[in-house]
T-cell receptor, first 113, second 110 residues
Framework: GAVVSQHPSRVICKSGTSVKIECRSLDFQATTMFWYRQFPKQSLMLMAT?????????EQGVEKDKFLINHASLTLSTLTVTSAHPEDSSFYICSARGPAGYTFGSGTRLTVV | TQLLEQSPQFLSIQEGENLTVYCNSS?????LQWYRQEPGEGPVLLVTVVTGGEVKKLKRLTFQFGDARKDSSLHITAAQPGDTGLYLC??????????FGQGTELSVKP
């Protein structure tokens, strides 16, 4: 079946630093990937759509300069949280749309201290 | 405004009880999906409903898609502690974006 690998699973960083999260489709190509953010006990909120070879499209209220998305190949999308602050601490999840529908990564727990 | 209204948001029941989770929208969806998510993990697809009026069963779980394809329900029979988790409905919007309901946090106590 379709597998999406997300790395790292957990990361702790200091305020002001940047963190990169990778999302890879292991056995299929994904021209479109999606990035979500999830707070405790809440649902997934779509942040942006990552398009291979073109700019990402961001949902309303999501700062594109803070959450940089790069989709340089058909199997890899990255989300970089720039100048992270404690309020950016959250669970970030990627999803890739492939032949089997939507497949989700296992998420990245980001803690900014 | 939430595109997909999911209810209830929290549910705590005893083992053996039945429950129903609802997912409603004012918009028509070509399909709706139900996911289950464990803490610290990504959501896992349970089922996709496509046809209005469709009913799908997955062991003790029964999923229905409304005739107008605007709403869906998940019914669990004889809930077990292993059913505990976050249940999410989701629908695809323009551009293939998958939008989620608020989620239902289910706790089944032994």
């Amino acid at each position: 079946g379709a597998v999406v690998s997300q790395h790292p699973s957990r990361v702790i960083c200091k305020s002001g630093t940047s963190v990169k999260i990778e999302c890879r489709s292991l056995d299929f190509q994904a021209t479109t990937m999606f990035w979500y953010r999830q707070f405790p006990k809440q649902s997934l909120m779509l942040m942006a759509t990552s398009n291979e070879g073109s700019k990402a499209t961001y949902e309303q209220g999501v700062e594109k300069d803070k959450f940089l998305i790069n989709h340089a190949s058909l199997t890899l999308s990255t989300l970089t949280v720039t100048s992270a602050h404690p309020e950016d601490s959250s669970f970030y999840i990627c999803s890739a749309r492939g032949p089997a529908g939507y497949t989700f990564g296992s998420g990245t727990r980001l803690t900014v201290v | 405004t939430q595109l997909l209204e999911q209810s209830p948001q929290f549910l705590s029941i005893q083992e053996g009880e039945n429950l129903t989770v609802y997912c409603n929208s004012s918009s028509v969806f070509s399909s709706l999906q139900w996911y289950r998510q464990e803490p610290g993990e990504g959501p896992v697809l349970l089922v996709t409903v496509v046809t209005g009026g469709e009913v799908k069963k997955l062991k003790r779980l029964t999923f229905q898609f409304g005739d107008a394809r605007k709403d869906s329900s998940l019914h669990i029979t004889a809930a077990q502690p292993g059913d505990t988790g976050l249940y999410l409905c989701a629908g695809a919007r323009q551009g293939g974006k998958l939008i989620f309901g608020q989620g239902t946090e289910l706790s089944v106590k032994p």
